[in-house]
């Protein structure tokens, strides 16, 4: 099978899903961007094998990116061991009481928090954590002082960071120290991170990889509107159910989508159905829920 990158375009998501429960195998893997998607590709591979009367059937080989890195760094067999969450925080509580601390920043817990979710956005991304700048501000300068400290600890006592994953991985790839399928499809990946997209750049070099994308038909689309900000956003989604509602169409005819709800949305529109809706569960039964 030959090597290299190749995209396919489905006009809806259940064409896609046809696609790889048609050509995944054995030998392939599929990265899949949530494990929602994987779970409705599971649940059709179940409803086909019992329609055709199979005893039992191997599950299709899907994870999300991170999954399957976290799979080929174990199959490694590294010196060194991703660090827990509850580690990352203690060592950078460390590094925090460390540091010379400017006027405001403390070790507290919240401090420690943010550091390591800044610390991973950064590594995931591309951008520096470390190399100071003339143009760093003074809050700016201590964070990269902090992080300086930090991964001295982390490396000290043989972690690794998630940020630090995929780079460690691309240099076992170039080394053909990885043990790859024959076939990696990548499904709905649509904005992947520059080190993630430098990863499947480097792996297509190894093996063939298939980007998936869906492309709807724009003649589905009956409205579009443009607001300048989530809030916004999550008002006129709100303004629109409730409209429904009372309309009368069932509120569990209805789904609200989005690129990015987990990170962006889903907290804040939890908030905003139930100020709206209500709760999401009565003794009547559900009004709406989130798919997880």
Not at 30 to 52: C, E, F, K, S
Not at 125 to 147: E, I, N, Y
Not at 151 to 177: I, M, N, V
Not at 234 to 261: F, I, N, S
Request: glycine residues 6%; aromatic residues 8%.
């Amino acid at each position: 099978m030959p090597f290299g990158s190749s995209q396919k375009i489905f006009s809806s998501g259940a064409a896609l899903q046809d696609y790889v429960l048609a050509q995944a195998d054995p030998g392939s893997i599929t990265v899949v961007p949530h494990q929602r998607l994987a779970h409705q590709i599971w649940h059709r591979q179940r409803l086909d094998a019992l329609q055709v009367g199979l005893p039992a059937w191997e599950p299709l080989s899907l994870r999300t990116l991170q999954a399957w890195w976290s799979e080929l760094f174990q199959g490694l067999w590294p010196i060194k061991a991703l660090a827990p969450p509850l580690v990352r925080l203690a060592l950078w509580r460390r590094a925090l009481k460390a540091a010379r601390s400017p006027s405001g920043p403390t070790s507290e817990l919240s401090w420690a928090q943010a550091l390591d979710e800044t610390h991973t956005l950064l590594c995931r991304h591309g951008l520096p954590v470390q190399k100071p700048s003339p143009d760093d501000s003074t809050l700016v300068a201590w964070r990269r002082q902090v992080t300086g400290l930090y991964t001295d600890l982390l490396h000290q006592e043989s972690w690794l960071s998630p940020g630090e994953l995929p780079a460690y991985l691309a240099a076992a790839l170039r080394e053909d120290k990885l043990k790859l399928p024959g076939r990696v499809l990548v499904a709905c990946l649509e904005t992947p991170a520059p080190l993630e997209e430098l990863w499947l750049q480097e792996l297509s070099r190894r093996t063939q990889v298939v980007h998936l994308q869906v492309r709807g038909d724009q003649k589905n689309i009956q409205k579009a509107v443009s607001l300048p900000d989530a809030q916004q956003e999550l008002d006129w989604v709100a303004a629109q159910l409730v409209e429904l509602a009372q309309g009368g169409v069932p509120l569990h005819r209805l789904a609200v989508t989005a690129m990015d709800m987990d990170t962006t949305y889903a907290h804040q529109l939890r908030r905003v159905l139930a100020e709206v809706l209500g709760p999401p569960a009565t003794e009547g039964g559900w009004a709406y829920n989130f798919s997880q």
